[in-house]
C-alpha cells in the first residue's frame, strides 16, 4: 500500500506564499496520478489541482489558476504544491491524493489519502 504524508501547512496572511510536500512511501506508486484536495469547515472536499506520473499533464480548480502550481520530483517520492497570493478562502485542510489508473481527470479513482495539513489564511 502506497503511504502518503503532507507537509507544509501553516499560519500565514493574506497575500503570503506556502509550499505543500506529500513524500510517497510504501509500495511504489510509479505511473499513479496524483492531486491536492483541501475541505474547509461546513464545505465539502474540492479537487484543487491533479497532476500525471510524467507531470505533463495538470488540472487546476479555476480559483487557484494563476496561483497555485502542482509539481512533483519522481526520484523524491514527492509531490509540491506552491501556493501564491494566498486568500481567506483559502484556509482549509489540504490532503494529497493518488489515483491508481494514472488518469489524473478521473476524480473518483482517487483513493488513496494522506491525513492531511492544515492551512489558514489570516485577512
Known amino acids: 500500500q502506497v503511504r502518503l504524508v503532507e507537509s507544509g501547512g501553516g499560519l500565514v496572511q493574506a497575500g503570503d506564499s506556502l509550499r505543500l510536500s506529500c513524500a510517497a512511501s510504501?509500495?511504489?506508486?510509479?505511473?499513479?496520478?496524483m492531486g491536492w484536495c483541501r475541505q474547509a469547515p461546513g464545505k465539502a472536499r474540492e479537487f484543487v489541482a491533479t497532476?500525471?506520473?510524467?507531470?505533463?499533464?495538470?488540472y487546476y480548480k479555476d480559483s487557484v489558476k494563476g496561483r497555485f502550481t502542482i509539481s512533483k520530483d519522481n526520484a523524491k517520492n514527492t509531490m509540491y504544491l506552491q501556493m501564491d497570493s494566498l486568500r481567506p478562502e483559502d484556509t482549509a485542510v489540504y490532503y494529497c491524493t493518488a489515483n491508481p489508473s494514472g488518469n489524473y481527470l478521473e476524480l473518483f479513482g482517487y483513493s488513496i489519502w494522506g491525513q492531511g495539513t492544515q492551512v489558514t489564511v489570516s485577512s
Open positions: 497532476i500525471t506520473w510524467s507531470g505533463g499533464n495538470k
Open positions: 510504501g509500495r511504489t506508486s510509479s505511473g499513479y496520478a
